[in-house]
């Protein structure tokens, strides 16, 4: 068929579907109509058609069409009355009436249960739970928070996770699914909506929470959106003390005191940046730290519990520490709530306090004395490590940068360094803070490390470790990881170039990027995202251990350390893990496990850790084997801020 124009010519089966079309567009009377033509052109000829071709049937013309009629009414439901015109047409109406009271019950019954359906669909329908996990917006870390909380929970006592943001609830739940398996879909409920809202978030029944986590997202706007989420939170519970404890994390530190205001008294703020900026201070100088620390913050082994301290009670600390033959003491929570990480061996362990170990539950721990496992024999004595000033290199920078400055400068040694070399988005000259060691002052040099020529002309030979931080999100149109990579590569080949293994400290955001990490054992690389949660879903799990960790991320008190095994082993020597202990006890530590170096370079795996191991457990120790303690730390390189010039030869001039 051709246009009137003489175009192209339309094809007969389009040009009719699209005249349907255009009829069915109309009204829904139209619709009805063409319904009704339809069965009608169906039903009649077939009916006639049965007629005619049964030989049962009547002979006359006007019987054929009274049988006709009977199957096409009885077809239709419309009646199978026969007789008189009117009665054949009242019986009609009937069945018209019939059906169209029919049809429109079932329709109003469908667009119900559609509707009911989208509703539950967008996420906006009440939860009744109760003593569920309620987490609120949605970051990079709200899958590892998640699946930790799944992990975490004891199989005979579920509890439900609430997640509330404003994401659209099938994506929630195919993210989630895809990082905690299956397992998500029973035990999360999500829900659709902005958290920021007390309306919304009065749907997920907060005060019958037994914990409430604010998330901030990756907008420039994150932490303005925790505080709201948190005043909407106190809107919902009104000024009632016995709410649920709350956890938030912010970035930027300057809204600490108004979310700690508005987390009321039972809340905790994280300070995400400065948890990552810690975290990558402390790996300096301590290959191998992040890999301690993550096996210490997922639920996949042993972490940090509460113990009954009622056998110690008005006895010294450091008697707790050989008396647990499945666990580890790290410390004391005291009757009026304050946490003491490796406290000195004769504090004396009050009645109501609980002891810090790391176990695998909270339930599996037990007491037994253990001191006969000791053989004073084995163990070293005791030898300062040598402590000198320490040279490194920071390529990149982003907004942690200057806390992980801050961090450094915090322990800083006379004649220690760090030279600074970034790219053009760096910032001018950052004064150094009131109460910070005093150094030179912090330049910059601009250059432009995203030219692969740059890169592999640094001169590594001078740094005794090398800092990689990438790019903040929306500086450029790629992955921050990207640039990392890039660089970590760069840094190999100038590795592979001089055979010189170089100690690196990088930062990445997704997790998925870690094993492509060209990166050697000696390294450490840091999930910042993942870490983050991790340690939230502890502190979710229990409100009492926060303190705890906040010690062990700053730069001051007790912190995870590695140490080399023969200062507390003689090398060759074959010994219990009592020993350790025993021999950690001697020098003021709390030995909570060890990471063995053969079985370390052999690639992927534990990488050599092994966190709580029994006190009886016996093997051979070597010279190159690390002992993980919780310790005082006084062996962190120290350093002082390099001026500008220094960054200039670390390019080579």
């Not at 139209?30 to 169906?42: F, H, K, N, Y």
């Not at 709200?142 to 404003?166: F, H, K, S, Y």
């Not at 620390?293 to 009670?313: P, Y």
Request: net charge negative.
């Amino acid at each position: 068929m051709e246009s009137a124009k003489g175009g192209p010519r339309v094809p007969l089966r389009d040009w009719a579907r699209y005249r349907f079309d255009r009829t069915l567009a109309r009204s829904t009377g139209t619709l009805m109509g063409w319904l009704v033509i339809t069965c009608l052109a169906v039903v009649v000829p077939v009916s006639l058609l049965l007629v005619w071709t049964d030989p049962g049937s009547p002979t006359s013309l006007s019987g054929r069409l009274i049988a006709a009629w009977r199957i096409s009414a009885e077809t239709l439901r419309l009646g199978a009355a026969t007789g008189t015109p009117l009665r054949l047409v009242l019986s009609a109406v009937l069945g018209l009436v019939a059906l169209l009271c029919v049809s429109t019950l079932v329709g109003v019954i469908t667009t119900g249960l559609a509707e009911r359906m989208a509703e539950l669909s967008r996420g906006r329908s009440t939860v009744l739970e109760q003593g569920h996990v309620l987490v609120l917006g949605w970051s990079d870390q709200v899958t590892t928070v998640v699946g930790e909380l799944i992990a975490a929970q004891a199989p005979r006592r579920p509890r439900a996770i609430v997640l509330l943001a404003d994401r659209d609830k099938a994506e929630m739940e195919e993210a989630l699914t895809a990082r905690a398996g299956p397992v998500a879909r029973a035990r999360v409920i999500c829900r659709s909506g902005p958290a920021s809202d007390p309306d919304v978030l009065a749907l997920v029944s907060p005060r019958s929470a037994s914990t409430v986590v604010v998330l901030p997202s990756a907008e420039p706007t994150a932490d303005a959106e925790v505080l709201r989420i948190l005043l909407a939170l106190r809107a919902v519970l009104g000024e009632d003390t016995d709410g649920p404890p709350v956890l938030a994390a912010i970035r930027d530190d300057r809204y600490r005191a108004p979310a700690r205001l508005a987390a009321g008294p039972r809340g905790t703020v994280l300070e995400a940046d400065t948890v990552t900026a810690r975290l990558i201070a402390q790996c300096v100088g301590r290959p191998g730290l992040s890999l301690v620390l993550r096996d210490l913050l997922d639920f996949a082994g042993d972490e940090f519990h509460l113990a009954d301290a009622t056998a110690f009670h008005h006895g010294p600390f450091g008697s707790t520490l050989l008396n647990h033959p499945n666990s580890c003491v790290v410390g004391l929570l005291t009757p009026d709530g304050r946490a003491l990480l490796n406290p000195p061996a004769d504090t004396v362990v009050l009645p109501g306090s609980r002891l810090i170990v790391l176990a695998r539950d909270g339930d599996s721990t037990r007491v037994e004395d253990c001191r006969h496992l000791v053989d004073a024999s084995v163990i070293a004595e005791a030898r300062p490590e040598p402590a000198g000033p320490s040279r490194l290199l920071l390529l990149g920078w982003n907004r942690r940068a200057p806390l992980v400055l801050e961090q450094l400068r915090s322990t800083a040694r006379p004649g220690s360094v760090v030279e600074v070399v970034a790219d053009s988005a760096v910032p001018g000259p950052r004064e150094a803070d009131g109460g910070q060691p005093a150094g030179p002052d912090v330049r910059f040099r601009s250059v432009p490390l995203s030219r692969p020529e740059i890169l592999l002309d640094l001169d590594l030979d001078p740094y005794d470790g090398v800092i990689v931080l990438g790019p903040d999100r929306g500086d450029g149109p790629d992955h921050p990881d990207d640039w990392t990579l890039v660089t970590l590569l760069a840094v190999r080949l100038l590795e592979q170039r001089t055979g010189r293994e170089t100690r690196v400290v990088t930062e990445l955001v997704d997790d998925r990027n870690r094993p492509l990490a060209p990166v050697n054992s000696g390294s450490d690389v840091i999930v910042s995202g993942m870490l983050v949660g991790l340690l939230m879903a502890q502190i979710a799990q229990n409100q009492h251990l926060a303190p705890v960790f906040e010690e062990l991320f700053s730069a001051e008190g007790n912190n995870v350390c590695l140490r080399p095994a023969d200062a507390y082993i003689h090398p060759g020597a074959e010994a219990t893990f009592a020993d350790v202990v025993a021999a950690a006890w001697d020098r003021g530590e709390c030995a909570i496990g060890y990471r063995r170096q053969d079985i370390a370079r052999a690639g992927p795996g534990d990488h050599g850790i092994r966190l709580n191991p029994p006190k009886g457990e016996r093997r051979v120790w070597n010279a190159e084997d690390q002992v993980v303690v919780v310790a005082t730390d006084h062996h962190l390189p120290s350093i002082a801020i390099g001026p500008d010039e220094s960054a200039t030869s670390a390019c080579g001039g």
